[in-house]
């Protein structure tokens, strides 16, 4: 069942980036931090499509992936070029997600150049981990295997993000001045790409909150600095996965309590109430059956409850919370081509029903003809038309934001190029390392 | 009208004509609005309240 929610993903992932693109080249009146943001999510995408192309293709035996082996995900052999261009794409997904965060749906840096160099600068910084965590240094014989960038910068990504979050959660109702407008809507922003990053391990993290080992320290004394500092990022990761959904849980509170909209107050709660649910049944040494089995199949309860939570928002939401963005946000105009956005929710519906309504079947013994009549009903009722409209941006002021230094439409080229360099620079950089020549 | 209140429709204008512009807004005011600075100090305060919290667990104080 694993492999078929990667086969759904990556069909979504690639509806949905076809379906951006598609859009995004269409002339409109968009700003340049729209379609600067459409770019990056664009670029999120391709990482995530890539990412589910690597678990299910090696199932399927073709021939091309004895040659490259991309069997980094649960294979016996780790193949170097492969890990190292999945790592770089993950790498490419978190930039873009920061330059994102950075520019909706105002910029916050004002000098294009200092922009630009600061996410050159960070490109950079990847790429030399690449080289440390697989070239000659990893030869070293005192080597502190860690990834300085990879699990520092998401982390800082995921706080600054929160703080967002809790900017808007925590505000009254309705803004009241220009520069409300514009933090409530980053704020909708942070917690969507919250809820896309950390999401997906709060189901099954919730026992942290229980462990007395946090701060258990790996490295003996003595050992250097090196040590010291890989715990640490090591620690801030760990710790940032779950403090947005303490911070996030305590805002929606607020949020229900401010504002009444149970919708993305709910959806937060529920992250809290199914994290607290699966951590009672399985947080022990043993699985409380005796609850559960009343109820349910016990033997496939485990498996389930993990894929209908982790699996889910992991390969399902991913997608889809890009999806709204892009439309929320007016990164893409679905006005371009209302058939084509509508046959879009309407995938992106079917794709999240079918694989939710499978994994439920075994979990509460549906028959697989109910779960189809009911998928077949809620678009019979023509329910993506809802969606899309709930999807649609209000209105409200999208200003071109100037920047000092050039152009923002000139800064989104420099960006995507940079960008398409860095992809490039790390495969080149990959191939050295697999013939050992990096590592001499 | 008097010389105060001169000053506040000039200040409204000024901050008007702020407004109509295309360049971005305060960054400092957009991150800790001045209508609510228990924001960003709220924050802090979970910050450390949820690492303390594992670490006075972790020293075997509960």
Redesign the interface.
């Known amino acids: 069942m694993a492999e078929t929610i990667s086969t759904v993903g990556f069909i979504l992932d690639v509806l949905v980036l076809g379906f951006i693109l598609y859009l995004h080249f269409k002339k409109d009146d968009r700003t340049w931090t729209q379609k600067l943001g459409a770019s990056m999510m664009c670029w999120f995408l391709v990482c995530h499509a890539f990412m589910h192309l690597v678990q299910f293709l090696p199932t399927w035996n073709l021939w091309i992936f004895d040659d490259w082996a991309f069997t980094m995900y649960g294979g016996e052999e780790r193949d170097i070029v492969g890990t190292i261009v999945a790592e770089s794409l993950w790498k490419v997904a978190i930039t873009g997600f920061v330059v994102a965060m950075l520019i909706t749906p105002m910029p916050l840096v004002k000098n294009a150049n200092l922009f630009f160099g600061g996410i050159c600068l960070l490109l950079v910084l990847f790429l030399w981990e690449s080289y440390y965590t697989w070239g000659h240094p990893s030869q070293e014989a005192d080597m502190v295997w860690f990834w300085p960038f990879w699990s520092g910068v998401p982390a800082l990504m995921l706080l600054f993000l929160t703080y967002l979050s809790w900017n808007y959660l925590s505000s009254p109702e309705g803004a009241e001045t220009r520069m409300e407008s514009f933090t409530d809507r980053a704020g909708l922003f942070a917690v969507l790409a919250v809820i896309l990053w950390a999401g997906k391990n709060w189901f099954d993290w919730m026992g942290i909150f229980n462990d007395g080992s946090f701060f258990y320290w790996d490295g003996m004394p003595g050992e250097g600095w090196l040590h010291f500092l890989a715990d640490g990022i090591g620690k801030f990761e760990q710790g940032m996965i779950i403090f947005p959904l303490m911070v996030l849980s305590v805002g929606s509170v607020i949020y229900l309590r401010n504002r009444g909209s149970w919708l993305l107050g709910g959806i937060i709660l529920s992250f809290l109430l199914l994290g607290i649910a699966h951590d009672y049944m399985f947080g022990g040494d043993t699985p409380d059956y005796g609850v559960i089995s009343i109820f349910v199949n016990e033997d496939s309860f485990a498996e389930s409850f993990a894929l209908l939570t982790h699996g889910t928002m992991q390969s399902l939401a991913r997608p889809l919370i890009v999806l709204f963005i892009v439309v929320r946000f007016g990164m893409v105009q679905t006005q371009h081509s209302p058939v084509v956005s509508r046959a879009m929710t309407i995938m992106a519906l079917a794709g999240a029903m079918s694989v939710i309504t499978e994994i439920l079947q075994p979990m509460f013994g549906v028959p697989q003809l109910l779960s189809g009549f009911f998928l077949g009903a809620i678009l019979a009722f023509e329910i993506e038309r809802k969606i899309m409209a709930a999807m649609e941006p209000p209105e409200e002021e999208n200003p071109d934001w100037e920047l000092d230094g050039c152009e923002g439409d000139e800064l989104h080229r420099r960006i995507n190029i940079a960008m398409g360099a860095y992809l490039l620079l790390t495969f080149i950089l990959a191939l050295f390392i697999s013939r050992g020549e990096l590592f001499i | 009208m008097s010389e105060e209140e001169v000053k506040d429709v000039e200040s409204e204008e000024e901050v008007h004509v702020e407004?109509a512009?295309?360049?971005?807004?305060n960054?400092a005011?957009?991150?800790n609005?001045p209508?609510?600075p228990w924001?960003?100090y709220?924050?802090i305060g979970?910050?450390v309240f949820?690492?303390g919290y594992?670490?006075l667990?972790?020293?075997?104080h509960f």
């Not at chain 2, 512009?21 to 807004?25: D, G, R, V």
């Not at chain 2, 667990?57 to 075997?60: E, S, V, W």
Request: proline residues 7%.
């Open positions: 407004d512009t295309n360049m971005p807004l960054v005011k957009y991150l609005p209508e609510r924001v960003l709220s924050f979970m910050f949820f690492f594992y670490y667990r972790y020293a075997g």
